[in-house]
């Protein structure tokens, strides 16, 4: 006789806010990837000049729309829903030192302990990747200055390498028209270790984003707790009260 199913009762968990960002976010960072990849190989693909301008142009304007959705979501962890904020994400605080408590008592007893928001390992993980995201957008607004004149750093940056203010104006990417030599090397010099970050987190948040991908897909595999489809929905399914409700 087979054992009668436990009945599933939905919780409501994320705000459409949260699902909002979290959708958007996902494009923005496949196209980053995608045209990033295209401009790191520009010189095997054989993408002439005016065409390696376009590609960073493109994904400038991309690395706006995911930067301000950024910015969203980290004010909107100060103001938003319960599960939405610093308070429940951030891996610090007493809730969290009892969170985690409980989650490796269950792990010892062989019992399998539901959260309703981020489990205490995903709350590192999430952190991590808020980390790097910002690391990325901030880095990516000083390149975007510095490489092809966009702003909001831009402007400034043309005052910076102009050879005299009368030739601001003429200053455009890849070309020297205007530019006076030692101020464009001082800029590139002042460049580099924002490239330098953004070059290497690039594939630190490659590395992170498929961990995160796995940790999802094993959860969802293993606590059924609709994990995934909770991002569309907003809400979560389990047998029995997660520890982190009222």
Same mark, same amino acid.
């Given at each position: 006789?087979?054992? $009668?199913?436990q009945?599933?009762?939905?919780?409501?968990?994320?705000?459409?806010?949260?699902?909002?960002?979290?959708?958007?976010?996902?494009?923005?960072? &496949?196209?980053?990837?995608?045209?990033?990849?295209?401009?790191?190989?520009?010189?095997?693909?054989?993408v002439?000049?005016?065409?390696?301008?376009?590609?960073?142009?493109?994904?400038?304007?991309?690395?706006? &729309?995911?930067?301000?959705? !950024?910015?969203?979501?980290?004010?909107w962890?100060?103001?938003?829903?319960?599960?939405?904020?610093?308070?429940?994400?951030? *891996?610090?605080?007493?809730?969290?030192?009892?969170?985690?408590?409980?989650?490796?008592?269950?792990?010892?007893?062989? $019992?399998?302990?539901?959260? !309703?928001?981020?489990?205490?390992?995903?709350?590192?993980m999430?952190? !991590?990747? +808020?980390?790097?995201?910002?690391? $990325?957008?901030?880095?990516? &607004?000083?390149?975007?200055?510095?490489?092809?004149?966009?702003? *909001?750093?831009?402007?400034?940056?043309?005052?910076?390498?102009?050879?005299? *203010?009368?030739?601001?104006?003429?200053?455009?990417?890849?070309?020297k028209?205007?530019?006076?030599?030692?101020?464009?090397?001082?800029?590139?010099?002042?460049?580099?270790?924002?490239?330098?970050?953004?070059?290497?987190? +690039?594939?630190?948040?490659?590395?992170?984003?498929?961990?995160?991908?796995?940790?999802?897909?094993?959860?969802?595999?293993?606590?059924?707790?609709? !994990?995934?489809?909770?991002m +569309?929905?907003?809400?979560?399914?389990?047998?029995?009260? *997660?520890?982190?409700?009222?």
């Open positions: 006789m087979k054992q $009668q199913e009945k599933l009762t939905a919780y409501p968990v994320w705000d459409k806010a949260v699902r909002i960002f979290h959708w958007v976010n996902v494009l923005c960072v &496949l196209g980053l990837i995608a045209v990033g990849t295209v401009i790191l190989n520009s010189k095997v693909l054989g002439t000049t005016d065409g390696k301008i376009l590609l960073k142009t493109v994904h400038v304007y991309i690395g706006y &729309l995911f930067a301000i959705n !950024l910015l969203w979501r980290i004010v962890g100060f103001i938003g829903s319960r599960y939405a904020r610093w308070s429940s994400i951030l *891996p610090f605080g007493a809730d969290y030192k009892s969170q985690l408590s409980t989650m490796i008592a269950g792990a010892k007893a062989g $019992q399998q302990v539901g959260f !309703l928001g981020h489990n205490p390992i995903a709350r590192l999430i952190s !991590l990747l +808020f980390l790097l995201l910002s690391l $990325q957008a901030v880095t990516g &607004l000083v390149l975007a200055g510095t490489d092809v004149y966009m702003p *909001p750093f831009g402007n400034t940056i043309k005052q910076w390498v102009a050879a005299d *203010p009368s030739t601001i104006t003429t200053i455009q990417p890849y070309s028209e205007g530019v006076d030599e030692v101020a464009y090397k001082e800029m590139r010099d002042f460049r580099k270790p924002f490239i330098t970050a953004h070059y290497y987190t +690039f594939y630190i948040l490659l590395a992170v984003v498929l961990l995160h991908l796995l940790g999802v897909i094993v959860t969802e595999l293993r606590e059924r707790n609709s !994990l995934v489809s909770a +569309f929905t907003g809400n979560k399914m389990f047998a029995e009260k *997660p520890v982190d409700t009222d």
